[in-house]
């Protein structure tokens, strides 16, 4: 099982090459519309999908509950894709998501600005002025994007395992060396602890939605981490009662494995003040 993540500048072929590397290995395609097929199927999202995809939320959206949903069912959307295994994702921070699997390999697409210029003059039928403004809007959305919700450089050539330049190289060319960088690192047993991976961010986001979404127990800031057999959780809540509440919540969806706290007690006075 191999996982590939592309993330691209706008007019940098990344659909293209992301298509190309899905038909040369016989990967499924995950783009936006298969990620959100998968996020609406559990339940009404209203506007949130828009509201936040691959741009920065404004003052007020970053603030909402909604915000909190949209990385909760983005990350759980991409877990589930990528524990089918053998997948290509285009955006949508899922190389960030799936950091430090050992079976995932992240790609980061540029090009040239004139390049680039050239491209969405031809892509928006639009003069050059409009263009460098389509330009650095997306690049505005996608780093905002990126740094609020993952606290990352998008641009950042050292977060990928791989940076091509799609000004000089064709699609065919970046999934030809992508393949070659797949056979000298994704081995048998990278692909067995990339799966075991996998399997441990799926429980931990699985558990984190059993208590919030499901059981609705007021843990603020909730999160699950998964590892050799046991998960631990993190977050704030108002008394020893809630904790222990959410514990026997996560031990439903999470038997055999032990469970344990280091979520922080604070009172909602102290909290609120």
Request: aromatic share 10%; net charge negative.
């Amino acid at each position: 099982m191999a996982i590939i993540t592309v993330s691209r500048e706008l007019a940098a072929l990344g659909d293209e090459t992301a298509h190309e590397l899905s038909k040369q290995l016989n990967y499924r395609f995950i783009d936006k519309q298969a990620l959100e097929t998968r996020i609406r199927s559990y339940g009404d999202m209203g506007g949130k999908l828009e509201k936040y995809d691959e741009r920065k939320p404004s003052f007020w959206a970053s603030l909402s509950q909604d915000r909190d949903d949209y990385v909760h069912f983005l990350k759980t959307a991409i877990y589930a894709e990528a524990g089918q295994g053998n997948c290509v994702f285009i955006g949508r921070g899922a190389g960030i998501v799936l950091e430090n699997v050992p079976s995932v390999i992240t790609v980061f697409l540029v090009a040239p600005q004139n390049i680039r210029v050239e491209r969405v003059k031809s892509y928006f039928q639009c003069d050059e002025k409009r263009a460098r403004q389509i330009i650095e809007q997306s690049d505005r959305d996608r780093s905002g994007f990126h740094q609020y919700f993952f606290d990352t450089e998008w641009k950042d050539p050292g977060n990928y395992h791989l940076s091509l330049n799609t000004g000089y190289l064709h699609p065919v060319a970046c999934a030809d060396i992508v393949k070659i960088f797949m056979g000298h690192n994704i081995t048998g047993e990278a692909e067995a602890q990339g799966l075991l991976r996998i399997n441990e961010l799926t429980l931990a986001q699985q558990v984190k939605h059993h208590i919030i979404y499901e059981r609705e127990i007021p843990i603020n800031f909730l999160e699950a981490s998964v590892s050799n057999n046991l998960i631990i959780l993190y977050g704030v809540a108002s008394s020893q009662s809630l904790i222990e509440t959410a514990l026997a919540a996560a031990r439903e969806v999470a038997a055999p494995a032990q469970v344990q706290s280091e979520i922080q007690i604070v009172q909602e006075y102290n909290m609120m003040h």
